[in-house]
């Protein structure tokens, strides 16, 4: 997950972030960075302009409505609208 910050944050690799957080999604459905991964998901598709990303916020907010990101996916939901 650190690798997948960088990526977003200092490199500006968004393809890339979201890579490595779906990577992380898969190898570790329950693991202890699972919020971090979700949000950088949904921060990925948002810089990519990937149409998923209302997707990730609507699923994020249905599955975790009390998450510590739920601010972040509501407002990605509602610049979808």
Same mark, same amino acid.
């Given at each position: 997950?650190?690798?997948?910050?960088? /990526? !977003?944050?200092?490199?500006?690799? @968004?393809? *890339?972030? $979201?890579?490595?957080?779906? #990577?992380?999604?898969? *190898?570790? +459905? &329950? $693991? =202890?960075?699972?919020?971090? @991964? !979700? *949000?950088?998901?949904?921060? =990925?598709?948002? =810089?990519?302009?990937?149409?998923?990303? =209302? $997707?990730?916020?609507?699923?994020?907010?249905?599955?975790? +409505?009390?998450? *510590?990101?739920?601010? !972040? /996916? /509501?407002?990605? !939901? #509602? &610049?979808?609208?």
């Amino acid at each position: 997950m650190v690798e997948a910050l960088r /990526a !977003l944050r200092s490199d500006g690799d @968004a393809r *890339r972030a $979201g890579e490595l957080a779906e #990577q992380y999604l898969r *190898r570790y +459905p &329950h $693991g =202890a960075l699972i919020e971090e @991964a !979700l *949000r950088l998901r949904i921060e =990925a598709a948002v =810089a990519r302009d990937d149409p998923r990303a =209302a $997707g990730y916020a609507a699923d994020y907010l249905r599955t975790r +409505p009390a998450g *510590r990101y739920r601010d !972040l /996916a /509501a407002q990605v !939901l #509602q &610049h979808a609208r």
